[in-house]
């Protein structure tokens, strides 16, 4: 299974084979070392802190799902990549269809009003299965949209550009609701905050 996930992720990015990017060097990054430094004091934190200067190597232990989410958009080629050079021996995606029936990697089926900028290309947007419809603040209801990965064809699929997954849901524009705070940069403010 290792093998048909790490060839389908390669044919996914156009690149030929996981040797050329599993030879280049690890490097982490600093996402990392930012997280234990932020750890409570403790032999776990100790342990972890030792690592900080040492050489890295690929392992077939870390297992890079979706790329690196919380560095890039799940599932583009800059979340992959990243997810690669950081030392993943193992790249795997979910997969879903397109409308003509083609596999892609895609977390869900029903995402990509949030996750990438299809409302932004009104002929798409169009197209979607829930078409953007803005919030009503006065009487309290929250905007909507649902664009299905299903909803666009293969050709249509490569023109999104993927963001990093949010939405505004009391926006009154498409701008607005595409705007919206990152759920993984929230999550992420409140664990700082808590």
């Not at 929250?142 to 550009?161: G, I, M, P, V």
Request: hydrophobic share 40%.
């Amino acid at each position: 299974m290792k093998k048909i996930t790490t060839s389908f992720i390669m044919l996914a990015l156009g690149l030929s084979t996981f040797s050329t990017w599993a030879s280049e060097p690890v490097f982490i990054g600093v996402r990392p070392l930012f997280l234990v430094d932020e750890m409570d004091e403790g032999p776990l934190k100790a342990k972890l802190s030792q690592c900080s200067e040492g050489t890295f190597e690929r392992s077939d232990f870390s297992i890079a799902h979706r790329g690196a989410p919380m560095q890039f958009p799940e599932h583009t080629k800059e979340s992959y990549l990243a997810a690669i050079r950081s030392g993943a021996g193992i790249v795997e995606c979910d997969v879903t269809f397109t409308k003509d029936k083609q596999l892609v990697c895609r977390h869900s089926q029903s995402d990509l009003h949030t996750t990438t900028d299809v409302l932004a290309h009104p002929k798409l947007a169009a197209k979607c299965t829930t078409p953007f419809i803005p919030a009503d603040p006065a009487n309290g209801i929250k905007a909507q949209a649902e664009c299905r990965t299903s909803d666009f064809t293969l050709s249509e699929f490569k023109t999104l550009k993927g963001k990093m997954d949010g939405s505004n849901p009391m926006a009154t524009t498409v701008d607005e609701y595409m705007r919206g705070t990152p759920v993984g940069e929230l999550i992420f403010m409140l664990l700082v905050v808590l």
